[in-house]
């Protein structure tokens, strides 16, 4: 079982884990921001170490002799002190190696004097050893294996040239893959990451050779961009994962979620079947429900039969790169002038061409740019590729109709997504189609499925559709004008769910 003890949040005065907090702090105030993002060096408070080292099973390694830890990273020391004092105080009698590894001579110096400290105060059970390796060659050092590893690692990509990115595109997955490779069977890893590797082409491969020998045990997702890393004003989306290295299924994941690190003492747990977390196909996205209603739909979601090709349907990017255009570009409306539509032109409440004054971009493209460059002017559902964290939804769709824009074809930028069939849309399509695609259930759904602000068309592509029956009843329901029109929308998707119309998931 899952340590669910309530923790000291910020360590007793005068602890090994307050001694490198208040030295990170120290550290991080001094720091410039060039510094920072070059070494991609961003410490743990001792709130989120202790938190994320109640998290660990240790119950599982009492067998053993000495408990050997990994901190890849470690800063001064925050996140390693976290879960060696808890093993040391959990366990009486154990002995705790810990091996923090960090290559900033700042850091180093402060971790180095850290453990120095520390080990006076655990006693002999402690020893500890500090290494200036480079973190992605750890593997061909003779560093011998561990049972636990813990990290916060540094977040920047990876460039496919450089040899030492495995199958990661960015570091910080890459020292989930290093630690991974270093445990012994049945070990764990904590690591606090961004949530992007979870879904998406991107990090596919990764998600893909990571799960082979890695279960999902324990993901805690914090909602606050900021509060995790709050000294240091990071933005992202932070999850903590605990992973163990072990053979065969994995039953349930254990979710939680807090606004930030202020609320962790009362933070609920939902325990879900794993095959409904990991996904056991080629792009093995994880999916991270936090309540029971949020499973339920996403289980309910995924019964739906169809998917975009079922329906003879097909996505797309807007083919003009604006600044591959530049010369096709106008202000003002010309007798070759075609209109050129924007990420701007797409909200909730439909397409809006031209927006004139104040919007500051080119609303007109010259024929000339070519019919491959173009769309014809049919029937489409446009999509906003990219969303703010404060929008109210993650997908913004809305219809484009041909008969409102009076022209043989027009153009559309690359911040748009288009789902289009070869033969084209009917208005029904269209209308119901795009009206499914903005309800609350979708997006509900793609927030539990994506911690992305981007809708890429390889995403819609998978996402599953009602049949069209149930598309055409959203298009009826959705010309109704007033109020009642989103909440027809959403009992015509709960009926089609088999389920009855009730608040579903998270508030945006």
Known sequence: MTDERQHDPGGEA??????????????????????????????????????????????????????????????????????????????????????????????RDQLVRSLTVAGRVLGPGFSFSVLSEDVLELGDRPVG????????PPYYKLPPSDPRGGDAPNIYARFME???????????????VPRSFASGRYFRRFRTRFHQQMRLRRVHVFDSRTDAFRGDAVLQENIVVVYAKQAGAQH???????????????????????????????????????SADELRLLQAVRGWPMVLADLGLQA??????????????????????????????????GVTWPLGQPFRKQEHVRASIGDARLLANRNYVLLRRFSAKEDPKRITAAPHLAKHLECRAFGLENHVNYIHRPGGMSEMEVIGLAALLGSRTIDTYFR??????????????VLPLPDLGVIHAIAQASRRAGRGQAVAVERIIATSLRDQPRELGRAS
């Open 14 to 107: 005068g602890s090994p884990v307050a001694e490198a907090d208040r030295r990170a702090r120290a550290l991080g105030a001094t720091s410039t921001k060039a510094h920072k993002k070059r070494w991609g060096q961003f410490f743990s408070p001792a709130a989120l170490g202790e938190f994320m080292a109640s998290l660990v099973d240790l119950g599982e390694l009492d067998q053993l002799g000495a408990l050997r830890i990994l901190d890849p990273g470690a800063g001064t020391g925050v996140l390693g002190l976290s879960l060696a004092a808890r093993a040391l105080r959990d366990q009486p009698g154990r002995r705790v190696e810990l091996v923090a590894v960090e290559s900033e001579p700042g850091a």
């Open 145 to 152: 294996r561990f049972h636990l590893a813990i990290a916060n």
């Open 178 to 192: 290093v630690a991974s490779e270093l445990l012994h069977p049945g070990g764990a890893l904590c690591f606090v």
């Open 252 to 290: 349930e994941v254990i979710i939680s979620r807090s606004q930030g690190l202020g609320d962790l003492a009362s933070v609920s747990c939902l325990r879900a079947p794993s095959r409904d977390v990991v996904g056991d196909d080629a792009d093995a996205v994880v999916s991270l429900p936090t």
């Open 316 to 349: 797309s990017t807007g083919p003009i790169v604006p600044f591959r255009a530049t010369d096709y570009l106008e202000h003002a409306r010309q007798r070759d002038t075609l209109p050129l539509l924007w990420l701007q032109h797409v909200s909730a409440d």
């Open 448 to 461: 539990i499925c994506s911690g992305n602000t981007q809708v890429s068309a390889t995403e819609l592509r």
